[in-house]
Each structure stands twice: as C-alpha cells, then as structure tokens.
C-alpha cells in the first residue's frame, strides 16, 4: 500500500529565505508526483507535476525534484514571501487511472 | 476556463440527519473524484468517476455515504446518515482525461456534524 510522507508538518521562515520541503513514498513504480497549495478555507492549487521519467520541474521559484528510485521528491522555494504562507501537499499517482494518494502536507509561514 | 464549482460551502447538522453535496467540474473534463479531507490530514479518495461510470469506490463507506453522477457532468454525494466523524472539508477534484493531466479542486464543502 501506497502511503506518503511529508516533513516537516510546519515550517517558519524570515522573508527572503530559500526553503526545501520532503516528500518521500513508500512505493517507487509511480507513475507522476504533484505538488499542490492549500490556502485555508480554499481548495487545492497544483503547482508542479513531475513524470517518472523526468528528474525535476520548474516553474517561477519553485523547483521540485524527483528521485523515484529512493522514494523521494523536495520541492525548493527560492527568495521566500509572506504570500507563500500555505500548506503545501504532495501527491503520487501509482498507476495511469487512479487516484492520487496525498501525504499530511506541510504549513508553512513566512514572516515579514 | 472557469473552476471546479460546488456548493454548498458550508453545512451544519446534526448527527444522524442526512446531507447532500453538488459538484460541477470544468466543462469537457471526463473524469471526477470526491476526497475528504480531515482536519490536519491529507486529501483521502472516497470515489472516482469516468463519466457516468465509477472507477474506485473501495474507500466509500457505502452503508452511509453514497454518490452519483449522471450524465457524466455534475456529481452528488450523499452522507445518510450523519457520524460526528464525517466532519471534514469535502473536496470535488476533475481532470480532462486519466493519466497524467493535471488535477483541478474546487473549493470543498466544510461539514459540522454535532
């Protein structure tokens, strides 16, 4: 069984900080991985989605990398915000057709 | 384009009542998934749609909880009736296609049941 893990639950930064956040499955024959935002009160917000066969994804500041082999993705915010205080969550899709299986997520604060 | 669309936003009953959620996903998208979310916890799948056909229903607690979606657009679900435990947000999410297209949630429904 298919199950994801996030660390850490929270997180706190300054402004202007890079930030790494984990994410590890303990089956590695998936078939993407996503990242998703989660505002309070609103729903979910894909922001990156990585192939099996691609290393990582970029888009603005955010990089999120994949290695399937050891179960393992991070997702790196770059020059951190107030505006990217959210709860951030990952997925795994195990195979084309089902159903993404979401880790807890991680909240982050970013500090003015 | 416009968003996944569900309604109501919030909804507070009483436990044994019975309540009833709507979904409208994006216009053209086959395929549609109903998640609830727990406090503090993850988004875990209770049923997914192909059009009008279900998928995956292994999570669904059938002796409460049932959903439909005729003619392959808007979803309904249905808790009969109410735990204390069903209280979380309710999540619709659609794609265009299964595979490797992207998922689109709509805002959830956030259950009270006291």
């Known amino acids: 069984k298919q199950e994801v893990t996030q660390i850490p639950a929270a997180l706190s930064v300054p402004e202007g900080e890079n930030l790494v956040l984990n994410c590890s499955f303990t089956?590695?024959?998936?078939?993407?991985l996503q990242w998703f935002r989660q505002d309070p009160g609103k729903g979910l917000t894909s922001l990156l989605l990585?192939?099996?066969?691609?290393r990582e994804q970029t888009s603005g500041r955010l990089n999120a990398s994949l290695d399937k082999s050891s179960g393992r993705s991070t997702l790196y915010i770059a020059a951190s915000q107030p505006g990217d205080s959210a709860t951030y969550l990952c997925?795994?899709?195990?195979?084309?057709?089902?159903?993404?299986?979401f880790g807890k997520g991680t909240t982050l604060s970013v500090s003015s | 384009e416009a968003g996944v669309a569900q309604s109501p936003r919030y909804k507070i009953i009483e436990k044994r009542q019975s309540v009833a959620f709507w979904c409208n996903p994006i216009?053209?998208?086959?395929?549609l998934y109903w998640y609830q979310q727990i406090l503090g916890q993850g988004p875990k799948l209770l049923i997914q749609?192909?059009?009008?056909?279900?998928?995956?229903d292994s999570q669904l607690p059938k002796d409460r909880f049932s959903a439909e979606r005729l003619k392959g657009v808007d979803s309904t679900l249905k808790i009969q009736p109410a735990k204390l435990e069903d209280s979380a947000v309710y999540l619709c999410?659609?794609?265009?296609?299964?595979?490797?297209?992207?998922?689109?949630f709509g805002n959830g429904t956030r259950l009270t049941v006291t």
């Open positions: 999410a659609s794609k265009i296609r299964t595979g490797d297209s992207p998922l689109h």
């Open positions: 089956d590695s024959a998936i078939y993407n």
């Open positions: 990585i192939q099996s066969s691609q």
């Open positions: 997925a795994v899709l195990h195979q084309a057709g089902t159903a993404l299986i």
């Open positions: 216009s053209g998208h086959a395929t």
């Open positions: 749609f192909q059009n009008n056909g279900v998928v995956d």
